[in-house]
């Protein structure tokens, strides 16, 4: 099973238009950097405007956040592009005569439910203005080990 790497797409298309804010970005130049299609960058970019993460703006012009990426959390674009998918599923279809079949699913509910609740309390705490950040020191670092 592939694990989506939407999410990450979609955290690396806002990162490219606000760190690229002053010049013409297209979708085209987007996907060059994410290594994917255009089409598929229109697609995210797309269900990021239905979310109100990219502003309105008309065909030619350069996609632009909404508001400012210090409002933007991490767990706002997850929802916008996940759609509150859970992080984890449990396979309930297991053999309840067997001790671990009988009791598993309960308890990986639970583990699961805490896991969850970690990992989006986390994403609630993050900006896209925090990953902007780290991306600039790692950048200028590299600059310096050049």
């Given at each position: 099973m592939r694990i989506s790497t939407k999410f990450s797409d979609a955290l690396h298309l806002l990162s490219f238009i606000e760190v690229f804010k002053s010049q013409k970005i297209t979708s085209e130049t987007i996907a060059a950097s994410i290594n994917t299609s255009p089409v598929v960058v229109r697609r995210l970019i797309a269900e990021l405007r239905t979310a109100k993460i990219i502003g309105p703006y008309e065909g030619g012009c350069s996609p632009r956040l909404a508001e400012s990426s210090k409002d933007v959390t991490l767990f706002d674009v997850y929802t916008a592009i996940e759609h509150k998918r859970r992080l984890f599923n449990v396979d309930h279809?297991?053999?309840p005569r067997?001790?671990?079949?009988?009791?598993?699913?309960?308890?990986?509910?639970?583990?699961?439910?805490e896991a969850e609740a970690a990992a989006f309390g986390q994403l609630r705490r993050t900006t896209l203005r925090d990953v902007i950040d780290r991306i600039e020191v790692a950048h200028r670092m590299e600059g310096e080990v050049s």
């Open positions: 279809d297991t053999n067997c001790p671990v079949g009988a009791h598993i699913p309960d308890v990986l509910d639970t583990v699961y439910a």
